[in-house]
């Protein structure tokens, strides 16, 4: 019998989340050299804005499902009891305010809340993914992972950054020190600083002792950022290593061709109007800095001195429109916990992610200070198995 | 023709070091036009600028310091390159080039970059890029001056069989490490995977896309850095036949190559034009890859061996280049794609010219080719020879003069690092 599925989600049109990610449950996507058609059928949706361009009722229509009104409605089937196997939150785009933080108030833990509410009327719990950070507030994303906790349903979440392909192909050693860690990506806040922090956090948190929470963050920007690299708040050398990785330097390769050595030829500034800096200080004093460096590239790489190894850097590959194949990567992970009911790797990962960049956003707004984050005591295991595409 | 790792490896060790004392090699370009974007300025420009390698911005330990470019378009950036960077000079004459203007060869390495430029085609739709014509005139100087140096040449030796095997024999005649070929076989993989050494490949094929005597050399390429692998290693190819139009898809319909090996192929690709409005990633029906792929061609060829190989361009069903293998033993089909972060829109740097250089690199600094040639001589071969079989209206066209046997080196040389 095929895993039945509820996907409820903010809007299905082309290339939304929710399309890339439910169609592949839907027609199949490309796994380990196969065209791969899991062994799961979509029986319910719910979709909270329905656009010009929405695609929803024409896939209902074609793949024999029903678009319902609530989501305790699909998540019942119309019935009065709990009617599927697993549920697929993806609150992602759709028209929806930002709060003074600038982050979009995506409906994520409000969607979650009404799953679990149909779970303990129903006194039946099923396995939920939640497509990128966990909410928008922390408090949110906790009570989230509080109730996976409480009702012992399994859970998964976040980017497709940490699953994605590797350019190149490598982990970090579980329980090596890490000495220094750095991220440079690009693309605004909050959508895709999130996935930054979260590819360099499935990075980290494979070092000795494992995760342990976040004692302090910072966000700086403008010509700030460029004096904290100067005084060596932040390590020109990691910054180096990760844009060795990089494949889209803009400026003068955009204009020539040529390649550039972005950190030492003096362009960086001319480039980047207003940089963005994530400090982040760990409980077991690690520091990593995130980079957003609009403006100077296009893509999303990883560099960290490891003691006994030297620097390790990496680029997580995010492959084009339309097929976002790295889409693929997350659905075969969504796919295994659907299946085994275990996931293969833990959600507090993205909830630690969820409060750090709901902290650095808190200090831009509270003048760029740095601010204790005695709440982010989160602590887990990384996973002892690679998860990133490598078959 | 035969040679073998010891002979290979023994020739390449008895041919004059680059690296003299101390001193950096020198290096000379020598190019056929040189703009924005061009393979020229690809590979020239990480010898100048550097380039981004293993955790750092990577300046090669060797001087590029004489150029010369046949063709001075008005996108040229040869001059501004010359102009900042100094110590490099332009000469008007490959003999210049190589001799700094002396009367004897003054450089330790040459790179041969005949790619791009306005040249003539001819009836077959070969592009007549004067690799072999540049070719000869550095070996001249190499004669005159009783001493030469390690040689690369980007892409294939010469659209023409006759001119390359002449260059390949030449190189061997006179001893000096020549190497070749496409960045298809260096660069990056997804999955970042090597075809086992001794792997007994049943049959392989890729899927990619572009024109027929361009990328058709580099689908080539990406096939036999694989299949060279195979117990024996590689011992030539017997005929090749070309699939074009109409005749591809009738070819597909009477599995003239393997359906699970293209499957397999194209479920590793990132660019699959979607075959259906409103869906991004959907898997191609036999009518949704005959509706979408424009003019497709096929070059199907064996080894002598008997292992069968297909090379599929299918423009604007795929960009990118996917390889899949049957190979005893293994019920699923061994696929990868040799990715390229092509500057198409997808990228801004072609950075699978950062393997090949540094692929150069090495050659310049201890004498031996990291790859053998012969593999681009084959695959140089199959080339012309796929294009000969579309010129006679796509028939079978034997390839006696291809029994080219070479062992692959041990080590893989892909980009993992």
């Not at chain 1, 959600?347 to 992610?353: A, G, S």
């Not at chain 2, 086992?196 to 036999?224: K, M, N, W």
Request: net charge neutral.
């Amino acid at each position: 019998m095929p895993k039945r599925i509820a996907v409820i989600t903010t809007v299905y049109k082309y290339l939304s989340h929710a399309q890339h990610e439910a169609d592949r449950i839907l027609v199949g996507y490309p796994h380990a050299g196969a065209w791969h058609r899991p062994d799961m059928k979509i029986v319910s949706l719910y979709v909270d804005q329905k656009p010009e361009n929405d695609l929803s009722a024409a896939r209902a229509r074609e793949f024999g499902f029903v678009v319902y009104p609530t989501i305790a409605e699909a998540l019942r089937c119309g019935t009065d009891k709990l009617a599927v196997d697993a549920v697929m939150i993806i609150g992602e785009h759709g028209n929806y305010p930002r709060n003074e933080k600038g982050q979009i108030l995506y409906p994520r833990y409000e969607f979650f809340r009404q799953c679990v509410d149909v779970f303990e009327k129903d006194g039946r719990a099923v396995p939920v993914f939640n497509d990128k950070h966990l909410s928008y507030s922390f408090e949110k994303a906790k009570w989230m992972v509080g109730a996976h906790e409480r009702l012992g349903f399994p859970m998964l979440a976040g980017s497709s950054l940490p699953v994605t392909w590797r350019l190149p192909d490598i982990e970090l050693p579980l329980g090596c020190e890490i000495e220094d860690a750095l991220m440079v990506g690009e693309g605004g806040s909050d959508p895709m600083d999130f996935h930054a922090l979260e590819g360099m956090q499935c990075m980290v948190e494979r070092r000795k002792g494992g995760e342990t929470g976040v004692r302090a963050v910072q966000l700086i920007e403008g010509d700030a950022v460029w004096k904290a690299g100067d005084q060596g708040r932040w390590s020109k050398e990691l910054l180096t290593a990760a844009l060795s990785r990089s494949d889209t330097p803009l400026g003068l390769t955009v204009k020539d061709g040529r390649t550039q050595d972005l950190v030492h030829n003096g362009e960086l500034p001319k480039l980047v109007k207003n940089p963005w800096a994530y400090f982040i200080e760990y409980a077991d004093g690690l520091k990593s800095t995130l980079l957003m460096l609009d403006g100077a590239l296009q893509d999303f790489n990883f560099a960290a001195r490891v003691r006994g190894a030297g620097l390790m850097s990496t680029q997580f590959l995010l492959t084009p429109e339309p097929n976002v194949t790295y889409s693929a990567c997350l659905i075969g992970k969504v796919e295994e916990m659907f299946v085994s009911g275990r996931a293969p790797y833990p959600v507090e990962r993205t909830l630690l992610v969820s409060g750090v960049l709901e902290g650095c956003l808190t200090s831009r707004v509270q003048a760029h200070k740095q601010l204790e984050t005695p709440h982010l005591n989160v602590s887990y295991q990384a996973p002892k198995e690679r998860q990133h595409c490598r078959a | 023709m035969r040679v073998s790792r010891r002979e290979f490896i023994a020739g390449t060790a008895a041919a004059p070091l680059a690296l003299r004392g101390q001193q950096r090699p020198r290096l000379a370009a020598v190019c056929t036009i040189y703009f924005r974007m061009s393979h020229a300025q690809h590979i020239v420009g990480r010898f100048l600028e550097g380039y981004g390698w293993n955790s750092t911005h990577h300046h090669p330990p060797m001087d590029l310091v004489s150029l010369y470019v046949n063709q001075i378009g008005k996108d040229d950036v040869s001059r501004e390159r010359a102009a900042r960077y100094p110590a490099m000079k332009m000469y008007p004459t490959i003999a210049e080039a190589l001799t700094l203007g002396t009367s004897k060869l003054a450089v330790d390495g040459v790179v041969l970059v005949g790619e791009h430029g306005h040249y003539p085609r001819n009836e077959k739709g070969q592009t007549k890029y004067p690799r072999y014509e540049f070719f000869q005139q550095i070996v001249k100087v190499f004669r005159d001056s009783g001493r030469s140096v390690p040689v690369f040449n980007d892409k294939h030796l010469s659209w023409n069989w006759d001119w390359a095997k002449e260059m390949y024999d030449t190189s061997r005649s006179m001893g000096f490490p020549f190497m070749a070929g496409s960045s298809l076989p260096v660069t990056w993989r997804t999955p970042s995977v090597e075809m086992p050494e001794g792997a007994r490949v049943r049959e392989a094929l890729c899927v990619c896309y572009g024109g027929v005597d361009s990328y058709d050399f580099h689908g080539l390429e990406t096939i036999q850095c694989m299949v060279e692998r195979r117990p024996g290693g590689e011992s030539g190819v017997k005929w090749v036949q070309a699939y074009r139009g109409e005749n591809f898809w009738k070819a597909y319909q009477d599995r003239v190559w393997p359906h699970e090996l293209m499957e397999a192929a194209l479920c590793r690709s990132h660019t699959l034009t979607p075959a259906r409005q409103g869906f991004n990633n959907v898997f191609p029906t036999f009518e949704d890859m005959k509706r979408l792929t424009k003019d497709p061609v096929a070059y199907r060829y064996e080894h002598s061996d008997g292992l069968k190989c297909t090379m599929l361009l299918m423009d604007d069903l795929v960009r990118d280049f996917n390889f899949a293998a049957k190979i005893e033993g293994r019920a699923e089909p061994f696929s990868t794609q040799m990715y390229l972060p092509m500057p198409d829109g997808r990228t801004t740097l072609a950075n699978f010219f950062s393997p090949l250089v540094n692929n150069m690199e090495k050659m310049f600094l201890t004498g031996r080719p990291t790859y053998p040639v012969e593999r681009t001589l084959l695959t140089t071969g199959l080339t012309a020879a796929g294009v000969e079989s579309l010129y006679r209206k796509q028939a079978r066209y034997d390839t006696p003069h291809l029994n080219i046997s070479y062992q692959p080196t041990k080590e893989s040389t892909f980009w993992r690092t």
